[in-house]
């Protein structure tokens, strides 16, 4: 017998430019659905997500961040801290991205 994979749903979030009309608690939230629906249990693999949907000037400073330390982000912590603060700290996001700076 079989055993069945279990069914995955794809869900497609908003990007995050990291401007003002961007809210990057509800871009978190987005993130947190979609990582448990597409079923990424793997830290490295949750990172690479967020970082895809990433844009403007949020993706350029995650990319800057990167060149200086391949290991600067680590992970979302995305089921044991959902709604949390923790995951804004893990990465590590500065004032540059916060609106009107």
Do not use: C
Not at 10 to 24: F, M, T
Not at 56 to 81: I, N
Not at 84 to 101: F, I, Q
């Amino acid at each position: 017998m079989h055993s069945r994979r279990p069914e995955t749903l794809k869900i497609d979030i908003s990007k995050y430019r990291g401007v003002e009309e961007d809210s990057l608690l509800r871009w978190f939230v987005e993130l947190d659905d979609a990582i448990r629906a597409r079923r990424i249990d793997d830290g490295d693999m949750q990172v690479a997500f967020a970082q895809s949907n990433l844009a403007g000037r949020a993706k350029t400073w995650a990319l800057g961040l990167k060149l200086h330390d391949p290991y600067a982000f680590g992970s979302l912590e995305v089921s044991s801290s959902r709604g949390s603060d923790k995951r804004l700290n893990r990465l590590e996001l500065s004032s540059e991205l916060e609106p009107n700076s």
